[in-house]
């Protein structure tokens, strides 16, 4: 299977009156992340589906992706703390092209442990907001290859 990681796009910035989880996509975070959709069709790369974080951020870059993708985007608190087991068997559920859409630094940490069947090393893997790392093989601990880690720049370059 091919597994899409994709961090939010651009967010209104972190502040103590402003609870994370409702955190919005600024006016510059969406435009950017169309063209980053525009970049990944240009690139062939669709999702058969979506898995997301609920927090207003990662759902609303989920929701952004639906040019490449036909169903509605699974939202799952699985995506809202660090990697485990449960995660695993949603991603696993169908064997099709998924894209998972969430937060550092626990996507990083997703990554390695498909890849390098360690959480640990997470801070060797940096995704930027809108960013993607492809990833083929088995969703389990170290079962899957890294096939790239696109910057945003880079995929909007492809547009």
Same mark, same amino acid.
């Given at each position: 299977?091919?597994? /899409?990681?994709?961090?939010?796009?651009?967010? %209104? *910035? !972190?502040?103590? *009156?402003?609870? $994370? !989880?409702?955190? %919005?996509?600024? *006016?510059?975070?969406?435009?950017?992340?169309?063209? @980053?959709?525009?970049?990944?069709?240009? =690139?062939?790369? #669709? /999702?058969?589906?979506?898995?997301? #974080?609920?927090?207003?951020? !990662?759902?609303?870059?989920?929701?952004?992706?639906?040019?490449?993708? *036909?169903?509605?985007?699974?939202?799952?608190?699985?995506?809202?703390?660090?990697?485990?087991? %449960?995660?695993?068997?949603?991603?696993? &559920?169908?064997? &099709?092209?998924?894209?998972?859409?969430?937060? &550092?630094?626990?996507? #990083? %940490? =997703? +990554?390695?442990?498909?890849? /390098?069947? $360690?959480?640990?090393?997470?801070?060797? @893997?940096?995704?930027?907001?809108?960013? =993607?790392?492809? =990833?083929?093989? #088995?969703?389990?601990?170290?079962?899957?290859? +890294?096939?790239?880690?696109?910057?945003?720049?880079?995929?909007?370059?492809?547009?």
């Amino acid at each position: 299977m091919n597994l /899409f990681v994709i961090r939010h796009a651009i967010a %209104e *910035d !972190a502040s103590p *009156d402003l609870d $994370d !989880a409702h955190r %919005e996509l600024t *006016d510059d975070g969406i435009r950017k992340l169309r063209q @980053v959709v525009k970049g990944l069709r240009k =690139l062939d790369i #669709s /999702f058969d589906r979506v898995i997301t #974080s609920p927090w207003a951020r !990662a759902l609303h870059t989920a929701r952004l992706l639906a040019p490449i993708t *036909d169903e509605l985007p699974i939202a799952t608190d699985l995506l809202c703390v660090p990697p485990r087991a %449960e995660l695993l068997a949603l991603i696993a &559920e169908r064997n &099709e092209d998924t894209a998972v859409v969430g937060h &550092e630094p626990w996507l #990083s %940490e =997703l +990554v390695a442990w498909l890849a /390098f069947a $360690d959480t640990r090393h997470g801070e060797a @893997v940096l995704i930027k907001k809108a960013g =993607l790392v492809w =990833l083929e093989g #088995s969703s389990v601990p170290g079962g899957m290859m +890294v096939r790239a880690l696109l910057p945003p720049r880079l995929i909007r370059a492809a547009r």
